[in-house]
């Protein structure tokens, strides 16, 4: 079957297909070659000749694939299928870039490209630990070039290529057709909620965060490999502050992302992909810390290996949960399954083996400390608190892990239903514990303090922290729940001892104000989190509709939605809210909601802003996906999305055959009036003015016995007032009736009849529906200090960077 | 007692706190009948009764829709989520429900549906064109 197909572009694939087998090839010659320069195989350093040409070969090929990649997808060669099943013509540039990483293989490729960029640096800093260190990376490196292959190896499929064609991916009969391309008009285009900013830098920087994990873990392994056991960890922990710092990064854009894009109303759902990267993350902070610890004390060396090592066979553990599908019903955004589950279980089962059989055939000459740690002094604590840290681990392993240990066991538990009080009643006591020894650590010095001066100190703190907690308490509105004031007072008291020693360092001792800073910035993080997670507050509660009583409402129906009518003001809150209207750009629909605060005395609006909640509307899919908009004030967001919209295709019927104007209105409802009366409808007053007998109606003249009457009306709706006249006509024997029409009220008035027995006369009011006009369904939240929770994640990862420069340095003097 | 050996022992407390508090916070996948008996909160799967109504009216209730559901044993149920209708309801495939039954009706606090997204379709869009 030798069917020449028009128009493909086949010489990209099979470009990039050459650098993932290039890639693969050189990063396993590079693995064996640095390995035989460890092990002193030849003492002439010819194996790290051939290995560093390995890797400069490896990091072309790893350009080499990324560029025939983007190529691919900047060019719409839809031939292939990841441009088909990740891109669209109607895309920018800078979502192209993301359309880039949306699919499995673009995030490993991502992946693989940092570890390149970091091996590049280490072949230039690590010196006399280039060869171990670099095996190990390198091994990770054939790993996530295996995930790129695509080729089948003894009738099993290894890894999942980027480059493979639309028609090869898939089975249709289309693609027997010599054109096919031709009939394949557009891609399917990138999903809308990615369509983000921070999906452009969120991925990179979370992947660059992955990738510079496996640095500390390679040193240790390292370490324990040449039996440098000691002098690993003075060289990784800048790494480690450069993991921590990074990774840490790239998890907070993610949950920005989520509190921009997303519209489930939050920044952390404890959802297991953003579980399984806060893990590592955690345990890698415990590793700095016990690092630290026996850097200075020779205390915790065990902790401080076994932590490095777990920090990364746990992103492996991440990325198996994420990728392999393994999750299935158990959260709404994992990769789709490319059936490489046994390929990533793998890629942990041979990290996880090395960490423990290093460990296993070293234990006895491990350098363990042989005396207790004192009480008063840092080190001590410095252990506890990566206790604790790894704890808070165990308990989010664990809820996270039960879809691995349905599989493992074969049993079939469901995640708690209420998975964020679940995981909020344990980590509230955890970040209680923590915040309190990294409050008062501050105070201790290594090997040991003194325990007066030490009480002393705590006890200014203590007092300080305690009269800041009742106030925002107070402020805040927290006070009636003793979880979130311990939580409070834990936190400030660590925001008050480190600024304390933030304060000294200003002073002079300027080594000491990366840590202050960080820590610093994680008590604002918590205390930020806290606040707005616990008092958020949905403003659009809904007062109309079916009421079953408060009781009900309250247990049942939160009635957090409520409609808006085009121009129809309604009160939330404080505001005054209306909807004005759509617009369309592009494939997204914004909705413009206007806020205005009015004060209730002088009736002036003292401010006013609209909001843009967006909506991508898929006539075609009949769905439509909702992004929030949000007004940022300094302390507090007004977050708005819609939930429910009329789908723009419905709202445009033509005019056809038989179709009356009636139709549009509702039945009519029919009042008899004399002047002066009035009448209430739905949302104006109709006052019958006066009739006027000498009503003249337009290119119908009147002939001797004609009747012809009007109704002079005066319809008043919110200010504006509108007059019109129907008129009734008696022609001959016949009578007729000239209705008027109110477009904007959606009102036609029809003057249909004259009784003259009760001197009345009947007037017949229609209303169009009120499903006619336009609406939108939306819900409005305030998240009140949500700023502390950013301001203190920026903090934290400045504190991170002057610690990263304070670690080098040290490591230049020594 | 060395100190060694209470930390050691406060971690193997909390360890088991934790599994514990898995065990119990955990749901169970079960049926409308399992829902009934159980009268707890649970996570109940199936497909949607296209031939029942569904209501969802925001002009009178902007957070009330109701659907029936066939569970996975073929028992049809009402359904009542107290929330908007999701666009695209119809077109999901499977519906996992949490939530409780409510006399004969079954409250749900979330819905989460699978939908034959568009993003992973395994169908290719052709252009209509006239044949050549």
């Given at each position: 079957m ?8 086949l ?6 297909q ?21 092990i ?5 350093g ?27 997808i900047?060019?719409?060669l839809?031939?292939?299928h990841y441009?088909?099943?990740h ?27 940092w ?17 171990p260190v ?8 054939v ?12 009738g099993i499929?290894?890894?999942s290529s ?13 693609f027997?057709?010599?054109?096919y391309l031709?009939l ?15 999906m ?10 992955f ?14 490999w040449?039996k ?10 800048p ?16 949950s920005f992302w989520?509190?921009?894009a ?19 993350w ?14 200075n ?14 920090s ?16 299935g ?11 490489m ?42 252990f506890?608190g ?20 349905n599989?493992?066991?074969?049993t ?13 009643k344990?980590?509230?006591?955890f ?13 201790l ?9 030490f ?19 107070y402020?805040?509105?927290i006070?009636?729940?003793?979880g979130?004031?311990?939580?409070t ?38 205390i ?6 616990a ?12 009421g ?9 129906n ?19 809210v209306?909807?004005?209207?759509d ?6 629909t ?10 209730q005395?002088t009736g ?8 843009y ?10 769905q ?5 908009d ?31 104007d ?7 409802v ?13 949302d104006?007053?109709i ?21 012809s ?12 007032t ?14 007729y ?6 477009d904007?009220?959606?009102?036609k ?19 169009k529906?009120?499903a006619e ?22 903090i934290m ?8 420069f ?9 | ?22 065990y ?12 009934k008996?159980s ?6 799967s199936?497909?949607?009764d ?14 009330y ?61 052709v252009?209509a064109?006239s044949?050549?």
């Amino acid at each position: 079957m030798d069917t020449v197909f028009i128009g493909e572009q086949l010489l990209p694939g099979k470009l990039g297909q050459f650098f993932v087998v290039l890639s693969f090839g050189t990063a396993l010659l590079a693995t064996l070659a640095y390995y035989f320069d460890s092990i002193k195989d030849q003492n002439d350093g010819s194996w790290r000749k051939i290995a560093r040409f390995a890797f400069a070969l490896n990091f072309l090929a790893v350009i080499g694939i990324g560029s025939s990649l983007f190529y691919i997808i900047y060019n719409h060669l839809f031939e292939y299928h990841y441009a088909w099943a990740h891109s669209s013509r109607s895309l920018p540039v800078y979502y192209i870039i993301s359309s880039f990483w949306e699919g499995q293989e673009g995030s490993f490729w991502l992946w693989t490209f940092w570890q390149s960029i970091l091996g590049l640096v280490l072949l230039f800093r690590a010196k006399s630990w280039e060869s171990p260190v670099m095996t190990v990376v390198m091994l990770s490196q054939v790993f996530l070039a295996s995930m790129l292959l695509g080729v089948e190896i003894l009738g099993i499929r290894v890894g999942s290529s980027p480059f493979i064609l639309l028609r090869e991916a898939m089975d249709a009969p289309v693609f027997s057709r010599p054109d096919y391309l031709s009939l394949i008009a557009d891609g399917n285009g990138l999903n809308p909620l990615l369509q983000n900013y921070w999906m452009v830098i969120h991925p990179p920087t979370l992947f660059m965060g992955f990738a510079a994990m496996i640095i500390p873990f390679a040193f240790a392994i390292a370490g324990l490999w040449q039996k440098r056991y000691e002098d690993w960890i003075k060289v990784a922990l800048p790494w480690s502050l450069f993991a921590v710092m990074v990774l840490g990064a790239g998890i907070i854009m993610g949950s920005f992302w989520a509190y921009e894009a997303l519209n489930f109303g939050g920044f952390w759902a404890w959802d297991p992909v953003e579980n399984a990267s806060l893990i590592p993350w955690l345990t890698l902070i415990a590793a700095v810390h016990v690092m630290l610890a026996y850097k200075n004390s020779g205390q915790a060396y065990f902790t401080s290996v076994f932590l490095a090592l777990i920090s990364f066979v746990l992103v492996l553990y991440a990325s198996f949960l994420t990728r392999s599908g393994i999750l299935g019903e158990a959260s709404v955004h994992s990769f789709t399954d490319l059936g490489m589950f046994w390929q990533l279980y793998l890629y942990i089962a041979a990290f996880k083996l090395i960490a423990i059989g290093l460990i296993w055939a070293r234990w006895k000459s491990l350098p363990f400390s042989k005396k207790e740690e004192e009480t008063y002094s840092r080190e001590f604590w410095l252990f506890i608190g990566a206790v604790i840290l790894v704890l808070a681990c165990l308990q989010i392993l664990a809820t996270t892990s039960i879809p691995v240990f349905n599989r493992i066991f074969g049993t079939e538990i469901a995640p708690p239903t209420e998975v964020v009080a679940h995981y909020n009643k344990w980590q509230i006591n955890f970040a209680i514990i923590t915040a309190i020894i990294s409050g008062f650590t501050q105070y201790l010095k290594y090997k040991k303090s003194e325990p007066t001066q030490f009480y002393r100190q705590v006890l200014r703190a203590l007092l300080i922290s305690a009269i800041a907690t009742v106030l925002t308490g107070y402020v805040c509105g927290i006070y009636t729940n003793v979880g979130y004031m311990l939580l409070t007072f834990a936190a400030l008291f660590s925001v008050i001892a480190n600024m304390h020693i933030l304060y000294e360092a200003i002073k002079g001792k300027w080594k000491l104000a990366g840590s202050a800073l960080a820590h610093v910035g994680f008590g604002l993080l918590l205390i930020g989190a806290m606040v707005a997670a616990a008092t958020n507050k949905v403003i659009s509660i809904n007062t109309s509709g079916i009421g079953f009583g408060d009781a009900f409402a309250k247990d049942n129906n939160p009635r957090e939605n409520i409609i808006l009518y085009e121009n129809e003001p309604v009160t939330m809150d404080q505001y005054t809210v209306t909807y004005l209207g759509d617009s369309t750009s592009g494939p997204n629909t914004y909705y413009r909601v206007n806020y205005k605060v009015i004060d209730q005395k002088t009736g002036q609006t003292t401010e006013e802003f609209d909001l843009y909640p967006n909506a991508q509307q898929n006539a075609k899919m009949r769905q439509i996906i909702a992004s929030p908009d949000t007004r940022h004030y300094l302390w507090k967001d007004i977050y708005t999305h819609v939930s429910s919209v009329p789908l723009k295709e419905e709202k445009e019927h033509e005019a056809h055959e038989g179709h009356t104007d009636e139709e549009d209105y509702g039945k009519p409802v029919v009042y008899q009036v004399k002047p002066g009366d009035s009448i209430r409808v739905r949302d104006a007053i109709i006052r019958v003015k006066s009739v006027n007998r000498q009503a003249k109606i337009q290119n119908i003249p009147l002939s001797k016995g004609d009747l012809s009457v009007a109704l002079n009306l005066e319809v008043l709706a919110g200010k504006k007032t509108y007059q019109v006249e129907p008129a009734f006509l008696i022609k001959g024997n016949n009578s007729y009736d000239f209705g008027k029409t109110i477009d904007e009220l959606g009102m036609k008035l029809r003057f249909t009849n004259i009784l003259p027995k009760e001197d009345k006369l009947e007037l017949s009011i229609y209303q169009k529906p009120k499903a006619e006009k336009n609406w939108i369904v939306m819900k409005a939240i305030m998240f009140p200090y949500i700023n502390l929770f950013w301001a203190g994640a920026i903090i934290m990862t400045i504190g991170f960077l002057l610690s990263i420069f304070r670690r080098n340095k040290e490591l230049k003097i020594n | 007692m060395k100190k060694s050996s209470i930390i050691g022992l406060i971690i193997i407390a909390v360890s088991i706190g934790v599994i514990i508090s898995v065990y119990a916070d955990s749901s169970t996948y079960g049926d409308f009948n399992d829902a009934k008996a159980s009268e707890t909160e649970c996570y109940v799967s199936g497909n949607l009764d296209l031939q029942k109504s569904m209501v969802y009216n925001p002009q009178v209730d902007a957070n009330y829709f109701s659907f029936y559901m066939k569970d996975k044993g073929g028992k049809v149920c009402k359904v009542v989520f107290f929330g908007t209708k999701p666009q695209d309801f119809e077109k999901s495939e499977n519906i996992v429900l949490t939530g409780k039954m409510v006399g004969d009706e079954f409250h749900a606090s979330k819905m989460l549906m699978k939908c034959p997204s568009k993003y992973n379709k395994d169908q290719v869009e052709v252009k209509a064109t006239s044949a050549t």
